[in-house]
């Protein structure tokens, strides 16, 4: 990341505005309006070509007439006059360009866009934009936008790919009092995207928590790249999830492929925490600038009142964080804090006769009580507290317990005075909520964040050993032939390379030599068609299993071929694979997919009903490590049947870790050939007895 420019782009000490103008209603104006409303503490250089002065600034007519130094220029000239005004900043050295100029990638203009991006580039200056609304700043008191006004105050930093939708955040954070030091406009990404916003944010002493609201990225591993290394937590809407072109999928694991699922699995891979909706991305944006991660499982409840305890119960368990009882000693301390009728156990009700003392000694007893992680204090109002009196007294009783490594957070239920005090809790550092569940929401982000931090630290490292040329010698040969995939057979021998325990599995081409082979396999044996014309090979009865001798052997052979023939008179048929028949075992299915955003990316799921009618997969980006795998494997709902139920001994869940891990190796050496592929079923044998893949299918790139 080029620091310098960057800085120069985002904390300016001079700008220029070219398209400053002194007619009402223009953003050229506005713009200028704002950056003086502000209180920007730079120097501002008005451009434009006719009037000597911009509402009281002195003008000039091109960046080129400023006699000093310009760190960053906003660009309000329409589409048409921004390649030469960017040629003029670059001659100037100016540092960065904020375009705000619709008119580019986003009409379809793409190759203006792609003008002015390599022009930018030959001066080494970057460019925000273009279609954007600028960029607001509050520790730089600067409003380089069109919009209203800076946001509410506070430590979080927005990065927004939509404009609108970064005005319409802008005048919510009064509202909501959620408060941002910065909110940037990114619009088309031409050339600074979400990768090198977070790379200069996490330097950025004035933010606390990345906030991401995400439309689609142009390079989904440079996102992972910057998000995986970055020092502050990051939060993310992904909006536009239901179509990802899935349609035109040509695997099983294609056709499940949707955005929601590649782009979750990528914010879990890069430590990014999730939002669900807009409120949810304000909420959980909160929490995570102003407290730090919650590093256990164990959220202790305080409250004065059972049912938004009940509640605030419900939110951790669908967070998953499911409430543990106190232990008994905590439970003896916080009784003594509690009318006889009251309960220690968790959540902790001091009923509602608690005022400012019970609510005060329990909370600061508890914070520094081992096995709290987290403590999440609801309030409803009564007539014998005043809610201020116990905000102030929640932050007296953090401030004196001495610890700062463990997080809180606050609901109160109630009317104005809670508004109020919940106001003041935020300005102290608290976050406040004024739903039970949202509080324990935000405190499942702080958790989320701390489990992601501490699975980035485990080695990402998968390669083993391989022979890349045989695989690459397999695909070429199908090439060749004139085909865009394999055949079940060379797809296993691709598979077998990369050291995936595959069915052994022949070809033949004769009666005779099926039968040979059938007793070189030993019987019983499964009989399939092998014609690159034959994708669907049960469909067209070319498929016999469980064939116990030579008589069965001779009489499949002919009934596949005659079948494969009536089905499709002009396949292509290379002969029939004789297969070994493996022993029963629990189906999964195994996949990836070329991700037009994110490469090579891995699908794991139970077979059968399981991905045919519930959709049960879990995706992550290639390479996925072991240990990932393994979490792969506990994140579908089937989950519990890898453990063994109903009597049945638990799967070999480590053999299954370790064939996803290797899959993905094989995904990621041979992305450039590998368009879609599907291992199904993978069998899947007790604990110790390792896993087989059954069938196996690879489609390759066209070139
Ligand atoms: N250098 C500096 N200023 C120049 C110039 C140049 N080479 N050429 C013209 N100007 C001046 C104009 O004279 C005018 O100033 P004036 O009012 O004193 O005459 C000013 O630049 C603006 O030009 P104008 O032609 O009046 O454009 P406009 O204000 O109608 O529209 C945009 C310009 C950029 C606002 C418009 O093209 C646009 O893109 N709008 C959409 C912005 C948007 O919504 N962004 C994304 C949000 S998500």
């Known amino acids: 990341m080029d620091l310098k420019q960057m800085n120069r782009l985002f904390k300016p000490q001079s700008i220029a505005v070219v398209g400053a103008s002194n007619q009402v209603g223009k953003i050229g104006h506005t713009v200028v309006k704002n950056l003086l409303e502000s209180q920007y503490d730079g120097k501002i250089y008005p451009i434009n070509p006719k009037d000597a002065e911009v509402q009281g600034l002195k003008a000039y007519k091109s960046v080129l007439e400023v006699p000093e130094d310009i760190d960053s220029a906003v660009i309000t000239v329409p589409a048409s006059l921004v390649e030469q005004v960017v040629e003029e900043c670059g001659k100037k050295g100016v540092g960065g360009l904020i375009i705000i100029t619709s008119g580019f990638s986003e009409v379809g203009n793409r190759d203006l866009e792609n003008r002015i991006v390599e022009i930018a580039r030959r001066y080494g200056t970057r ?94 591993r440079k996102f992972i790249e910057s998000s995986r290394v970055a020092k502050k937590p990051i939060i993310a809407l992904k909006s536009g999830v239901s179509a990802h072109g899935a349609a035109a999928a040509a695997s099983h694991t294609g056709s ?154 606050v609901s109160m239920v109630g009317g104005e005075r809670c508004t109020k005090a919940m106001r003041w809790l935020v300005d102290n550092g608290i976050p406040s909520y004024g739903a039970p569940d949202t509080a324990v929401n935000g405190m499942a982000a702080l958790r989320e964040y701390y489990r992601m931090q501490a699975m980035l630290k485990e080695p990402l490292e998968t390669r083993r050993e391989f022979d890349h040329e045989a695989a690459i010698k397999i695909i070429e040969h199908a090439r060749a032939d004139g085909r865009d995939s394999l055949t079940e057979i060379e797809a296993k021998q691709v598979f077998s390379v990369y050291g995936l325990n595959v069915t052994a599995t022949h070809l033949a081409t004769t009666e005779e030599e099926a039968v040979q082979l059938s007793t070189k396999i030993g019987y019983p044996v499964v009989m399939k068609i092998v014609s690159p014309d034959i994708l669907h090979k049960s469909d067209a009865g070319g498929v016999k299993v469980n064939i116990k001798d030579e008589a069965a052997v001779r009489d499949a052979f002919r009934t596949i071929m005659t079948n494969a023939k009536a089905y499709r008179a002009d396949a292509r048929i290379h002969g029939i694979a004789i297969q070994e028949m493996a022993p029963w075992g629990t189906e999964v299915i195994l996949g990836s997919v070329n991700d037009p955003t994110f490469g090579p990316t891995m699908m794991f799921g139970l077979g059968g009903i399981f991905v045919e009618v519930l959709k049960d997969v879990t995706f992550r980006v290639a390479p996925v490590s ?13 989950a519990p049947i890898l453990m063994g139920v109903r009597g049945e001994k638990p799967r070999d869940r480590q053999a299954l870790a370790e064939t996803i891990c290797a899959y993905s190796t094989m995904i990621l050496d041979l992305a450039d050939e590998i368009s879609e592929s599907d291992a199904n079923p993978v069998l899947v044998y007790e604990e110790g007895k390792g896993v087989k893949v059954v069938d196996a299918r690879i489609i390759l790139k066209k070139k």
Not at 626 to 638: F, K, N, P, S, V
């Open 127 to 220: 460019i925000q934009g273009p279609n954007i609304v600028g960029t607001m700043s509050n520790s730089n008191k600067m409003n380089a936008s069109f919009g209203p006004f800076l946001p509410f105050p506070g430590k979080a930093t927005l990065i927004s790919q939509s404009g609108a939708l970064l005005l319409a955040i802008d005048a919510s954070t009064y509202t909501r009092g959620i408060g941002f030091d910065k909110l940037i406009s990114i619009g088309n990404m031409s050339d600074i995207d979400f990768a090198d916003c977070i790379d200069w944010l996490n330097e950025d002493e004035d933010t606390t928590c990345i906030t991401l609201y995400i439309e689609g990225f142009k390079d989904g």
């Open 256 to 409: 499940l492929a949707g955005a929601a699922k590649v782009y979750g699995a990528a914010f879990q891979q890069s430590g990014v925490v999730q939002a669900s909706d807009l409120d949810n991305l304000f909420n959980r944006t909160l929490a995570l600038s102003l407290q730090p991660p919650m590093k256990g499982d164990n959220l202790l409840i305080i409250t004065n009142g059972g049912g938004v305890g009940v509640l605030a119960t419900d939110a951790a368990e669908h967070s998953g964080m499911p409430l543990r009882f106190a232990p008994p000693e905590l439970q003896t301390e916080l009784k003594k804090h509690m009318p006889e009728f009251g309960s220690a156990k968790n959540p902790v009700d001091l009923t509602g006769m608690a005022g400012l003392e019970w609510y005060y000694d329990s909370i600061r007893y508890s914070f520094t009580h081992p096995w709290v992680d987290g403590i999440c204090v609801l309030y409803c109002e009564t007539a014998m507290t005043d809610p201020m009196e116990i905000a102030r007294g929640v932050k007296q009783a953090l401030d004196e317990s001495g610890v700062k490594d463990k997080p809180i957070a």
């Open 626 to 638: 072991c240990g990932q795998a393994e979490r792969m494997l506990g994140e579908i709902r089937g």
